[in-house]
């Protein structure tokens, strides 16, 4: 029997480490779209005002930045291929003979870009497009499926999404943030490691200057 210490040990670790990337991800496209960022930043100033922090209850009433995170996920999801699963009987998929024990992985990077979903430009950064689009990251609608589907999808599902929306939101509150001397928003890569969990391969390096609320 696993040890209850090191499954809450897994789950701390998997809830973070994912954030993390996700939350790094969406800084990038953000500083790649300098537009999108000071929408973003008004949305979250004005909702807050003087408040000075970001709760969890602020949230719903942020819905551009809950469109970025959507976005983020879709172009980037932390865990790519999600978790390898296993046919429990032979089947046909779409032509495809998968017999009974085989190992499959689903490309949910490959499914946040198919433009039969998405339309023209499934690679471009627009959170925009959540506004028009009803299709949800929860696992009910298969175009976008960054935490999995189905009764074995990640049980991580709401603490992701609170860190993520949290961390990201009260970063987009406290400070301004600019590339660093020498440097421009057109040098950022988009670069990933390969891995489970899909982190930036090189660094994301900005300054922050912290936001006087007057």
């Known amino acids: ?55 969890e209850e602020d949230i719903e009433q942020l819905p551009y930045l809950k469109a970025v995170v959507k976005e983020t996920m879709r172009l980037q999801p932390a865990a790519p291929l999600l978790l390898p699963r296993e046919s429990s ?10 017999p009974a024990k085989t190992t499959v992985y689903v490309d949910a990077w490959a499914i946040g870009r198919d433009p039969e979903v998405w339309g023209e430009n499934p690679e471009e950064f627009k ?20 935490f999995g589907a189905g009764r074995r999808m990640c049980p991580g599902i709401n603490m992701g999404l609170v860190i993520v929306e949290l961390s990201l939101a009260n970063l987009l509150y406290a400070f301004n943030w600019e590339m660093p001397l020498g440097t421009k928003s057109e040098d950022l ?22 936001y006087v609320c007057e």
């Open 127 to 146: 959170p925009e497009r959540f506004r028009k689009k009803s299709i949800d990251l929860k696992g009910v609608d298969f175009g976008m499926i960054p």
């Open 1 to 55: 029997m696993k040890n209850p210490t090191n499954s809450r040990q897994d789950i701390f670790i998997a809830g973070t480490e994912t954030s993390a990337a996700t939350v790094i991800w969406a800084m990038t496209y953000l500083m790649k779209n300098p537009k999108k960022l000071r929408k973003a930043q008004k949305e979250v100033r004005q909702a807050i005002e003087k408040k000075r922090f970001v709760k």
């Open 89 to 98: 009987q032979d089947c046909d998929f779409d032509g495809h003979k998968i």
């Open 189 to 210: 890569d988009m670069e990933a490691l390969p891995g489970i969990t899909m982190h930036k391969k090189n660094a994301l390096c900005l300054m922050a200057r912290k």
